[in-house]
């Protein structure tokens, strides 16, 4: 897709759920559809929550690459926990 100014666009998928919004919201003012306020705001809900989602699937991957970076540097033959042991001890015979 691409704007007014020729440019590409990434398109994303909310105006597709603004539209499925306005259209119940018409239908519904109109009394085409005799349907509770829940629904005709459904499309919002289901946005939302995708993005939720998303949220917490991109923290959840973050966490675990975080944990593994931490169970890594823990292990008791790591270079890190290795110099660091030397350090304290080099401290405390002084």
Known sequence: MTD?????SSGGGGGTVVLLFLIFLILKLTHVID??????TSPLWI????AVGLG???FLV???ILLAAI??????????V???KGMF????EE
């Open 4 to 8: 007014r100014k020729g440019r590409k």
């Open 35 to 40: 349907w509770s306020w829940l629904w005709v």
């Open 47 to 50: 946005g939302a929550s995708v």
């Open 56 to 58: 917490i699937l991109f």
């Open 62 to 64: 973050i966490g675990i």
């Open 71 to 80: 169970v890594g540097i823990a292990r008791h033959d790591s270079k890190i």
């Open 82 to 84: 290795t110099k660091s």
């Open 89 to 92: 001890r080099k401290k405390s």
